[in-house]
């Protein structure tokens, strides 16, 4: 690796990846990512030093965020070298809602300017890096890099209770946040299909919804239409989950159900896999890559209910490759990456 070192704006998730790609990282935090500092033991920077260090390379994360394309901008303005992360917005779900144009715009500006700066554009699947090299043609670099099972998933893994002693219903479960594009409404749709169509193994499953509330309109909507389905005794809509204790809830689960609409390489799916819990994905969330390894991919309601096990002996015969899963998603492309960047 050569002497630049990442310096991140965004996403604490993505932060801790960075962390661990470099020797002696010195990551940029906002101030109001406390938890995030306590928890990735990093050491703060402030803007100042990062704008006149000039062996930092940037990395921008979640860049649709007003600070991280002002970030952005002002690292190719300046002359730097700027890595975009686009994580999921460079996808037709994201570029079609809230505000497509601003966006659309702000990428043209991006591109721009990276005639100044030295623009690199880590994507995280083959779809997004295909838009990003008709978006961003003044690129230096477009490669796919997948995001890495974090740590403290590993490190915790082999101390939890063993999955096949469990008894009871099978529990299908979704941890995300509370929000229209994560589709949390697809569980209840789930629940009541499964009441229809296949009541026995409806009888022996509950269903959970886990995570923060992002949208409170949108999370009014799924409790009354739990209430107006009479699921209440089956879809559970269970709130946040500390971020130290999102192993323990996805294990919980017997079954890890992802219905969102737009996703670049979500973490929650890579935590889900490493912990061995058999995901049923949507093909809309970009998570096709989890065939490789044990995991299902749906195309409707009615095709996530034909491949559910329909009991605890169908689930035993559900498993996810862990072992095989976690060699492919390291942190060695990222680490390689790195190494390519050049002033």
Same mark, same amino acid.
């Given at each position: ?25 010195? %990551? %940029? ?23 006149? *260090? ?26 730097? $070298?700027?890595?975009?992360?686009? +994580? ?6 994201? =570029? ?10 702000? #990428? ?10 030295? =623009?690199?554009? +880590? ?11 008709? %978006? ?6 477009? /490669? ?14 082999? +101390?939890?209770?063993?999955? +096949? ?33 296949? @009541? ?8 959970? $919804?886990? !995570? ?9 909507? #799924?409790?009354? /239409?739990?209430?107006?389905?009479? =699921? ?7 709130? @946040? ?38 995901? #049923? ?12 390894? *044990? ?10 209910? /034909? ?6 002996? *169908? ?7 862990? &072992? ?5 998603? !390291? $942190? &060695? ?9 050049? @002033?």
């Amino acid at each position: 690796m050569n002497s630049f070192t990442p310096s991140a704006f965004g996403l604490a998730t993505a932060v801790k990846e960075f962390s661990a790609a470099a020797s002696s990282p010195k %990551l %940029l935090a906002r101030e109001t990512d406390d938890g995030l500092l306590a928890g990735s033991r990093l050491l703060p920077v402030g803007i100042l030093s990062t704008l006149v *260090g000039r062996d930092r390379a940037w990395h921008i994360d979640d860049m649709f965020t007003p600070f991280c394309l002002a970030m952005a901008a002002l690292g190719l303005l300046s002359g730097r $070298i700027v890595v975009l992360c686009p +994580h999921g917005m460079l996808d037709r779900w994201a =570029l079609r809602n809230g505000r497509a144009g601003m966006k659309r715009a702000a #990428l043209k500006a991006l591109n721009a300017l990276a005639r100044i700066g030295l =623009l690199y554009v +880590h994507t995280l699947n083959p779809a997004e890096a295909r838009k990003a090299r008709a %978006l961003f043609p003044n690129a230096r670099l477009v /490669e796919v890099i997948p995001n890495g099972v974090p740590a403290d998933i590993l490190a915790v893994r082999d +101390h939890l209770p063993l999955r +096949h002693a469990r008894t009871g219903p099978v529990v299908v479960g979704y941890m995300s946040r509370i929000a229209p594009k994560k589709n949390q409404m697809a569980m209840i749709d789930l629940a009541a299909h499964l009441r229809r169509s296949a @009541p026995d193994a409806y009888a022996d499953m509950v269903f959970r $919804i886990d !995570g923060q509330v992002e949208d409170a309109a949108y999370a009014d909507t #799924l409790a009354t /239409e739990i209430a107006r389905q009479s =699921l209440g005794d089956k879809v559970t809509l269970g709130g @946040p989950v500390a971020f130290e204790d999102r192993a323990r809830c996805l294990w919980a689960y017997d079954i890890f159900f992802f219905p969102s609409k737009s996703e670049g390489m979500p973490y929650v799916i890579l935590e889900a896999m490493a912990l061995g819990v058999p995901p #049923l994905a949507s093909y809309r969330s970009s998570c096709g890559f989890v065939r490789d390894y *044990g995991g299902r991919v749906y195309r409707s309601i009615e095709s996530a209910a /034909e491949v559910l096990p329909t009991d605890r002996c *169908g689930l035993a015969d559900w498993r996810v490759d862990t &072992e095989a899963f976690v060699r492919a998603y !390291g $942190i &060695e492309k990222l680490k390689s990456f790195f190494g390519s960047l050049r @002033p």
